[in-house]
């Protein structure tokens, strides 16, 4: 079983900058796409950015220009740097991992495999 350990969450204020990260344990990392999805009270979960097994990435656009994806394959970790933080950015953010997306990988329902969360709370 892939397991999934996200770590970085917090709080900070707005224009403030995060780095979230997600270690992969139990099986190669490298063969995954990875994706960060976050998700508020009431609302349904939304793909923030994905890394597809070719390395191409994707944005939600409302996080391009200030979120950035990467991984290492190395240390099996997948990572979120998160700048100008907005309240509008409050929320779990979760990273999962999938065999195959289609697409952008922005799709919740194409992962298989997920973290437990960590929060993240931008004040005004």
């Known amino acids: 079983q892939v397991q999934l350990v996200e770590s970085g969450g917090g709080s900070v204020q707005a224009g403030g900058s995060l780095r979230l990260s997600c270690g992969v344990f139990?099986?190669?990392?490298?063969?995954?796409?990875m994706g960060w999805f976050r998700q508020s009270p009431g609302k349904e979960r939304e793909g923030v950015a994905a890394?597809?097994?070719?390395?191409?990435?994707s944005y939600a656009d409302s996080v391009k220009g200030r979120f950035t994806i990467s991984k290492d394959n190395i240390k099996n970790t997948l990572y979120l740097q998160m700048n100008s933080l907005k309240p509008e950015d409050t929320a779990m953010y979760y990273c999962?991992?999938?065999?195959?997306?289609?697409?952008?990988?922005?799709?919740?329902?194409?992962?298989?495999?997920w973290g437990q969360g960590t929060q993240v709370t931008v004040s005004s």
């Open positions: 890394i597809v097994s070719d390395g191409s990435t």
């Open positions: 139990r099986y190669a990392y490298s063969g995954f796409s």
């Open positions: 999962a991992a999938a065999w195959v997306v289609r697409g952008t990988g922005l799709t919740p329902d194409e992962y298989m495999y």
